[in-house]
């Protein structure tokens, strides 16, 4: 398992894994690798089981096998952070480059949400969005939000969030909308840890032709 965890794709796969289950091919295209390489990490991680199958037709889907999988992962972020001082550093500091991105915990999202403080919104892919989502999150990919910021209500504070810590599609998507003039912080992590501690997710099912949303926790 260890040596599985040693290989910097296999780490961004599980980070990718960790919003939702995908097929290699989406998989491969999220990561930038070839679907022959994405599969070969793949079967690395599963022989470990780190990861597992669900079979659906001709497809198969990837999903970790465990939650505990993710925490691992979470706890070896934690202590990079802690041991190797740069890695905060280079943090904060495309952050600072970024006019101080502003950040919030995820305690203090959920009083934001509970009290209908702010719009909620998701920046990842679509496809990961369907894979599950927190509640009541509103998803523009961060690549179509300059073209869509109708869709935005006006006035308020808007929180952004995306697939973890060091995730950068919620830090453009706060950059791009401060320039336009709206007030916007991005949440501190992401989905999964949102997730990881129970606090309400949703997940978009598809009846009909149209996605709808079913809150899974919380």
Not at 10 to 25: H, K, N, P, T, Y
Not at 115 to 120: M, R
Not at 187 to 205: D, I, R, T
Request: proline share 4%; glycine share 6%.
């Amino acid at each position: 398992m260890v040596k599985a965890l040693s290989n910097p794709h296999r780490l961004e796969i599980l980070e990718l894994l960790a919003q939702g289950e995908f097929s290699v091919d989406e998989i491969a295209r999220q990561t930038d690798l070839t679907v022959a390489n994405a599969s070969q990490h793949l079967q690395v991680m599963k022989r470990v089981q780190l990861v597992d199958t669900r079979r659906e037709g001709n497809f198969a889907y990837y999903h970790l096998a465990n939650p505990r999988v993710y925490e691992a992962w979470i706890g070896l972020r934690k202590l990079g952070m802690e041991q190797l001082a740069e890695v905060e550093r280079l943090l904060q500091s495309y952050r600072s480059s970024r006019n101080s991105i502003e950040t919030l915990t995820r305690e203090e999202l959920a009083e934001k949400l509970e009290q209908k403080q702010v719009t909620l919104l998701d920046v990842r892919p679509e496809a990961e969005f369907r894979a599950g989502h927190i509640a009541g999150a509103l998803n523009i990919p961060v690549d179509q939000l300059e073209s869509r910021l109708e869709e935005l209500p006006e006035g308020g504070e808007i929180v952004a969030y995306c697939r973890g810590p060091f995730c950068v599609f919620a830090d453009d998507a706060v950059q791009l909308l401060r320039e336009r003039g709206y007030v916007a912080r991005r949440l501190s992590e992401g989905y999964p840890e949102w997730k990881l501690n129970e606090f309400p997710v949703e997940k978009a099912l598809k009846n009909q032709g149209f996605w709808s949303s079913r809150i899974l926790s919380g």
